[in-house]
């Protein structure tokens, strides 16, 4: 099986900072495309930032200038570093990662359990 583990969501004032990340682990055989998503209270889930297997990356308006997404493949692990926090970036965020499992596999995608931040003073 895959497990997505992420870690370092929380409280922050506004023009803080935060730095999230996702560490994949289990039967992997290839890790292709790392993504983050957001859902807004009472909104749908949308696309914050997405990196590929050789570091392009690609991410939202709303958050271009003030986010950076970021991976290790050595430790099979995606980060997010958000800066310049805004109440509106308040959100579960949840990470997703396109992976094959052995080499005969076809891709999938597996997603990780979430983690709450919130921007408030």
């Known amino acids: 099986q895959v497990q997505l583990v992420e870690s370092g969501g929380g409280l922050v004032q506004p023009g803080g900072s935060l730095r999230l990340s996702c560490a994949a682990s289990?039967?992997?055989?290839?890790?292709?495309?790392m993504g983050w998503y957001r859902q807004p209270p009472g909104k749908q889930r949308e696309l914050v930032a997405i990196?590929?297997?050789?570091?392009?990356?690609n991410s939202a308006n709303s958050v271009k200038g003030r986010f950076t997404i970021s991976r290790d493949n050595a430790k099979n692990t995606v980060y997010l570093q958000m800066n310049s926090l805004k109440p509106e970036d308040t959100a579960v965020y949840y990470c997703?990662?396109?992976?094959?499992?052995?080499?005969?596999?076809?891709?999938?995608?597996?997603w990780g359990q979430g983690t709450q931040v919130t921007v408030s003073s």
């Open positions: 997703k990662v396109n992976l094959q499992r052995t080499l005969n596999s076809g891709l999938q995608n597996f």
């Open positions: 990196i590929t297997k050789n570091g392009t990356t």
């Open positions: 289990g039967t992997i055989f290839s890790i292709y495309d």
